[in-house]
């Protein structure tokens, strides 16, 4: 029998015990949970651990609040759970405290680099929320089985023998937020998104695609804003900007001061390698910063971009002459306006402040002392736009807080000066 870890009544309970000055309490961590499985509701309180050893749901119509500190310890090595997510989730960590969807400390080897040691999470069409903010997502994809919850509900890819992502969304009518996050170790995609209107701004992305997959895959029924990710060494691109299904409305992103690196080059076969315009998707972007990738931004010559599109003040830089041919433009590779690239390897330095421009494009290994912020003379300061329309200027509702996409950058790239 599956154990229901967080019951009506538990919540209930945990909620009347509240007092208006609860946000003055200090809340003392119970232990572990050792055995949560089957569906989950309620609240998980902050700085608990919750060990996961089997699949987990959200019914339709309840929610998952995980509160800040927390650990989700995915820690069944052969079932590699799945969230099937038919309500809502919000996972609310901070910055001093995220909470982190991890495996144990002893799985965390050079072997499994890129995951593959639990699923990820599934919206269904009943979804209408979901917030990861300051939260971690490290270590899964797992390949689905006829048992996984996902291929039950014919979500994602509806077949077994998949990886799954770190997040799929399916439901148009959604609002999706996902902010101050990480996204790590993962063996594909790190967002399917088939549906929703969507707000991803502020994450670092690495460690992800093993031998395909894109950081952020998008596709019909999706409304999006992309800002200020740093997105680094995705196996084939960065983002995917596509049309592709049959849901309504048309895919509309707005993707701003993003700055993507070495993206790519490990794919075996030549398939995009920093931003791919598919399947008349309309796609706005702005103000990115590319370095050492594999190709410059380049399109579905067969369905090309909306013809609304607005491609503008994008930076480029290579350090070989194989990466600077490779974002010349050309029928496939789109240039657009006020964009800044060179012809010859080396030039226009964008002066990160703490990364070796001569790593390998083969790379994939994340060190944290990087930092890809600009030094003072960057050529990509003040060379930004800023005065474009946002989809999400004025907000986007969820749980009953208003999250509003970030104003753009005068610079170009997710990080200006410090």
């Known amino acids: 029998m599956n ?20 946000e003055e309490t200090q809340v003392t961590p119970a232990p572990t949970e ?7 509701e309620g609240v998980w309180k902050k700085g608990n651990t919750y060990k996961v050893t089997g699949h987990l749901q959200i019914a339709e119509g309840k929610s998952l609040t995980i509160e800040e500190g927390v650990t989700v310890l995915m820690s069944d090595s052969i079932v590699k759970p799945e969230i099937l997510i038919k309500g809502n989730l919000y996972s609310m960590g901070t910055t001093a405290n995220p909470v982190k969807f991890t495996v144990p400390d002893a799985w965390k080897t050079a072997a499994n680099n890129f995951g593959n040691l639990w699923g990820g999470l599934i919206a269904g069409p009943t979804n209408t929320e979901l917030v990861l903010s300051n939260t971690v997502l490290e270590y899964g994809g797992a390949v689905t089985t006829e048992e996984s919850p996902s ?26 937020v996902v902010a101050n996050s990480t996204i790590r170790h993962f063996n594909e995609d790190g967002f399917y998104l088939e549906g929703g209107k969507v707000l991803i701004m502020n994450n670092t992305f690495h460690t992800t695609g093993v031998s395909g997959g894109e950081a952020i895959n998008i596709k019909s029924g999706v409304q999006a804003e992309v800002a200020f990710n740093v997105i680094y060494s995705p196996n084939t691109n960065a983002l995917k900007l596509s049309n592709a299904g049959d849901k309504t409305p048309q895919a509309y992103i707005v993707a701003y001061n993003n700055t993507i690196v070495n993206a790519g080059w490990r794919r075996p076969t030549i ?20 370095v050492n990738d594999r190709f410059g931004i380049k399109r579905d010559k067969g369905a090309p971009e909306d013809t609304r599109s607005v491609i503008a003040n994008n930076f480029y ?6 990466g600077v041919d490779q974002f010349q433009p050309s029928t496939e590779i789109v240039k657009g306006t006020n ?15 703490n990364y070796p421009l001569s790593t390998s494009s083969m790379n994939s290994s994340y060190d944290s002392s990087w930092d890809f912020h600009l030094q003072t003379g960057s050529p990509a300061l003040g060379k930004g736009k800023t005065d474009f329309t946002r989809l999400y200027a004025n907000g986007l509702s969820v749980n009953g807080v208003t999250y509003t996409s970030p104003a753009p950058g005068s610079y170009i790239g997710a990080l200006g000066t410090k």
Request: charged share 20%; aromatic share 8%.
């Open 271 to 290: 398939k995009g390698g920093s931003i791919w315009l598919e399947k008349t998707v309309r796609a706005d972007v702005y103000n990115t910063l590319l």
């Open 151 to 176: 291929v039950k509900a014919q979500l994602y890819k509806a077949k077994a023998g998949e990886h799954v992502p770190v997040l799929y969304t399916s439901n148009t009518g959604s609002k999706i």
């Open 339 to 353: 964009d800044i690239l060179s012809t010859k390897a080396g030039e226009n330095d964008p002066k990160l402040v």
């Open 317 to 322: 830089y290579g350090y070989t002459q194989t």
């Open 34 to 40: 050792e055995s949560v499985s089957g569906n989950v």
């Open 3 to 22: 154990k229901l870890f967080i019951a009506t009544g538990l919540a209930m309970a945990f909620l009347t015990s509240c007092s208006k000055n609860s």
